[in-house]
Every structure is written in structure tokens, then in C-alpha cells.
């Protein structure tokens, strides 16, 4: 009777799981390969969260020569959006994340010989399993309408017992076959619901790669696992794919980890083989003392988009999430500043079992560091791209005076003192607008003297610098001529002389040095002097010691 029923839900699937287990048969990889995926549905945002565990399991299957593949979940046709596959494709390939195997775009086009990998073109393979299912008397079709669900629920509140539909309240479990394909026949529409096996008295017992050992109680819920609409919900869709897919590590958020128990009893029920859990806890933010989850309606750092938005490159953002990832990748990192983060052998043992804290301040250092790495040429090349479609102002003038904003962006970037002062892109404006006349002159500015702030004392150094400056002088002769000038005018040459004898000066050459630096940039940190000074050549730094207003 149990084949009548299953022929009669499923009159059109002539396929049987075995037909399935052959097409896509076990992979041949290295012993130890590591098969995971990421499986997302096609919303098109890319959570920090989600990238957080995609680079980490990308890493994983590529560290171990195995396979990292992309599945989209798209059962729930309420979240798809227009172009959500290639939005998502797109969004991990700008921090490097790709894929082995997947869909390439949202055209249907595929790589790899385990798909199709989006779930809404598989609806023949789970409609196969369930039918199995339902032959073997694991599952069955449930009439229930809404109303009955709603007022099941009410009961249930009423008597304040665990909610849900199983045992006595699973109301379809048990009606008869005949009953069940009389309905069928006329034209009920129903949903498939598995025959749990769970006892409430038991427990499961599994071992997270990241949690540890963990017992919950067996599910004896009756879940739905195929829809009125013929798609399977995604327990069960997932529980089929994992397994033809031949995924061997299911590595995902730990929000999960309470639907172990029913993930398990599916892959039982199913005949599977149960893959290795990994369970990442979720990025946490501190506010007001107390930690919560990062949150894509509460924090815009949560999004993606953000740090393309803000210039933080990706190589920035890696590094950072493998900070947090693995406690000892910061000290790799300082001991290979120049090494390819693909380098780094990332591992399940060093995640932490608690959520990592996401620190802007931290990134930005982070960021600062690794910014310093790049050449100049990079650094303008990046910068520029950013520019363009951020802060068109800038990229035009970037453009305008390429070779003297590489020769900027070129002060103290080798040596023993390289330079850290950006972290993004968005930077570049307050770190170049000295350099280029349209943006130094477009707003009055305000000077911040240090030592020295009589008017007339300012005016006497500036008069008296130009007329020893000389952009041909090398660096020895300019500081050397800057001394000489701080002398002449009661300064210590040297301050160590000046900190013996404090009495005995005005001050001490860095004093003078100050001056000239903040009239001429309106700063008082700045990379080189010397370099910033023989970039601006002297008819220009005339120009800004002539318009200085004190």
C-alpha cells in the first residue's frame, strides 16, 4: 500500500536514491581532503559573518586539496532577488573568496559534475528521496490546513506543552493509507512530513569540531520535508545535498547547532553518512559593556558593501578575520610581513568556542599594517580606483599629478621608519590634499604652531628659510642649511644641546623645522619634510609662505 501512496504523491519521479548514488558517486581526493561548502540563498548581501566562515572554510578545502563549493539555497522563493546569485558571487570574489565548483552567474551556468547546485533545480532528487521515504512508511502526507495548525498551536499554549506536531498532536500520522489516497484523489493539497523515530526520553550525542562534545534531546517533531509547492524545506534539502555532494564537513554558523538533532535523525533516516559538524560562533560587537551578535540593521560594518564603500582594501579584511579566526596568525604575520596569507595553515582547533569581538580600531591598525606593505604604485593604483567612484574630485586631481602623487605616496615607504598613517582609501584626501594647490588653497586654513607662535618670530624664519632654500640641495645640505639658520637666530643646532642648556636658547632646530612644516602643509605630522618639500619645488612653497595668513 505504502508504493500506491508514493506512486500517487510522487506520479512523476521514476528515478530511486540508488539512480542518484550512482550519478554522483564518491570523490576521488587525497586522503584527509576536506569538502565543504557555502550555502547561502540568493538575498545578494554578503554579511561579515558569512564571509567570516566562507574565507575560513575556502581555506580549509584548499589547505587539504580538497573541494570548497558554492550551493544556493533558493527553496524560499520570499528572500530571491533580482541577480541574487551573481550579487553573492561577486561580493566574496572582491575578498578573494571562489569557488571550485557552483553557479557562475545567475544565467544557469554551472562549474563542476555534482549539480545542479542551486536547490530549486534539484526538486526531482529530493521529490526521489522522499518518495523512498514514504515506500518505506518513514514519511507521510499531511492534509492539515492552517486553520488547524494555528488552532493545534492555541491547544498547545493552552496546556503549555512543547509546541509542534508530533505524537498525539501529529493529526495525519496516523490516518490511514486509505484515507490518505482517497484525499489525494480528490485533489487535497497536502505537504510530506517525516515520520520522526525520536524519543523524548533520549538523548543525541554528537562531537563539534569547534564545541566539543554536546547532548540535546532526540527530535521527535513531525517536520515538514517537502512543501505543497513540490520544494523541500531546508532541512531536508540540505540533509540530500550535503550527502550527494559527498560535502565531508559542514562548516556554518552556530546558530544551527540547536537542529543537529534533527539534521542527524534525517541523515539516519535517509541511510547517510553523518558529515563533521563545525560550528563557528558568530561575530560579536561590545556596546555598553555587553557583547551581542553584529547586526546588519544595527551596524553598517555587519554589510560587505561597507568596506569597499570606506577604501579598506581586502587583503586588510582577510587579515583581519584570520586574526580573529586563529589566535596565532598575529604573530605569524608580524614574522612574515610580505607572506601571502595563503601561506598561513588556518585551523579548526585554534577557533574560538565563544564569538570573536569585531573591532573597527583594531581593522584600522590592522589595515595601517598592511597598507605599509604595498608599493607606492599599488597604493596609487587602489587609491584610484576607489577615488573614481568615491570621491571623483580627488581621482581627477590624482590623475592630473600622477608622478608626483606616486612620489608621495613613495616618502618612508622602505626603511626602517615606513610609514602607517593610512588605513583606507578614504584617507588619501587628508593625506594628499597638501600636495595639490586646488585642494590646499579651496578652504582657509587653520595653523597649529607648536613651540613657536609669535607672529613676527614665524614670519622672520619663513623670510630667511626661502632665501637659503634650494631644491637642489640634497638632505644633508638642507638640514644642515636649517641648523645653520636656527643658530643664527638664538636656536640650538642640536637638541640634545638644547635640552643641557635650555636657558641658554630660544628653542632648538626641531622648533624651526615645526614652522616651516606647518606653513607649508598646515600640518604638523607629516611623512619626510625634506622629500615633501623637493616634490613641491620652491616657486610653490614661496607661493604658500606669500598667501600665509598669521
Not at 564569538?355 to 596609487?380: C, Q, R
Amino acid at each position: 500500500m505504502s508504493k500506491e501512496l508514493a506512486e500517487l504523491m510522487f506520479p512523476d519521479i521514476d528515478k530511486t536514491p540508488e539512480y542518484y548514488e550512482e550519478l554522483y558517486p564518491k570523490r576521488n581526493l587525497p586522503e584527509g581532503a576536506i569538502v565543504t561548502r557555502f550555502a547561502p540563498s540568493p538575498t545578494g548581501f554578503i554579511h561579515m559573518g558569512s564571509l567570516f566562515t566562507a574565507n575560513f572554510a575556502s581555506r580549509m578545502a584548499a589547505q587539504t586539496n580538497g573541494v570548497y563549493f558554492l550551493r544556493i539555497e533558493d527553496t524560499d522563493g520570499k528572500r530571491e532577488i533580482d541577480n541574487g546569485i551573481s550579487a553573492i558571487i561577486n561580493g566574496l570574489k572582491v575578498f578573494d573568496v571562489q569557488f571550485d565548483e557552483g553557479p557562475t552567474d545567475d544565467d544557469g551556468n554551472e562549474k563542476g559534475i555534482y549539480g545542479p547546485y542551486i536547490q530549486s533545480n534539484r526538486k526531482h532528487i529530493y521529490q526521489a528521496f522522499a518518495k523512498s521515504l514514504v515506500e518505506k512508511g518513514l514519511a507521510y502526507p499531511c492534509f492539515c490546513t492552517e486553520e488547524q495548525l494555528n488552532n493545534l498551536r492555541t491547544v498547545q499554549e493552552s496546556l503549555k506543552v512543547l509546541p509542534g506536531y508530533y505524537g498525539t498532536y501529529a493529526h495525519c500520522r496516523n490516518i490511514s493509507e486509505e484515507e490518505a489516497i482517497e484525499k489525494i484523489k480528490n485533489g487535497d493539497r497536502f505537504v510530506v512530513r517525516l515520520r520522526s523515530n525520536g524519543n523524548p526520553m533520549k538523548k543525541v550525542k554528537y562531537h563539534d569540531l569547534i564545541k566539543g562534545n554536546i547532548e540535546f534531546p532526540e527530535n521527535i517533531q513531525d517536520i515538514v520535508i517537502i512543501k505543497s509547492d513540490g520544494l523541500p524545506t531546508y532541512h531536508f534539502a540540505h540533509a540530500i545535498d550535503d550527502h550527494l555532494m559527498r560535502t565531508t564537513h559542514v562548516i556554518r554558523g552556530d546558530e544551527w547547532v540547536s537542529s543537529v538533532p534533527l539534521h542527524l535523525q534525517l541523515f539516519e533516516m535517509l541511510g547517510f553518512e553523518v558529515p563533521n559538524y563545525v560550528h563557528v560562533a558568530p561575530i560579536m560587537k561590545e556596546e555598553d559593556g555587553s557583547k551581542r551578535k553584529i547586526s546588519k540593521r544595527k551596524d553598517p560594518e555587519a554589510s560587505a558593501s561597507y568596506y569597499k564603500e570606506n577604501g579598506i582594501p581586502k587583503e586588510s579584511v582577510i587579515d583581519y578575520l584570520m586574526n580573529i579566526a586563529n589566535s596565532n596568525f598575529e604573530d605569524w604575520r608580524r614574522e612574515n610581513p610580505l607572506a601571502s596569507v595563503d601561506e598561513f595553515k588556518v585551523s579548526i582547533e585554534k577557533m574560538g568556542v565563544s564569538g570573536a569581538i569585531f573591532d573597527l580600531v583594531k581593522l584600522a591598525d590592522v589595515s595601517k599594517n598592511v597598507i605599509a606593505t604595498f608599493t607606492a604604485e599599488k597604493v596609487y593604483d587602489e587609491g584610484l580606483k576607489w577615488a573614481k567612484e568615491y570621491d571623483k574630485e580627488l581621482a581627477d586631481l590624482m590623475e592630473k599629478y600622477k608622478e608626483n602623487t606616486i612620489a608621495m605616496l613613495d616618502i618612508e615607504r622602505t626603511g626602517n621608519k615606513i610609514r602607517k598613517d593610512i588605513s583606507k582609501w578614504s584617507d588619501l584626501r587628508e593625506n594628499l590634499e597638501y600636495m595639490y594647490d586646488e585642494l590646499y588653497f579651496s578652504k582657509e586654513r587653520e595653523y597649529e604652531w607648536q613651540s613657536i607662535t609669535d607672529p613676527n618670530e614665524i614670519k622672520t624664519i619663513l623670510a630667511k628659510y626661502m632665501e637659503i632654500y634650494s631644491d637642489s640641495d640634497d638632505k644633508d645640505t638642507w638640514f644642515n642649511k636649517i641648523k645653520d639658520l636656527a643658530e643664527s637666530l638664538g636656536y640650538a643646532r642640536e637638541v640634545k644641546e638644547y635640552k643641557k642648556n635650555p636657558e641658554n636658547f630660544k628653542g632648538h632646530v626641531g622648533d624651526i623645522s615645526t614652522v616651516i612644516r606647518v606653513a607649508i602643509t598646515s600640518r604638523r605630522n607629516t611623512p619626510d619634510l625634506y622629500a615633501i618639500l623637493k616634490i613641491l619645488t620652491k616657486d610653490r612653497i614661496q607661493d604658500r609662505v606669500n598667501k600665509l595668513k598669521i
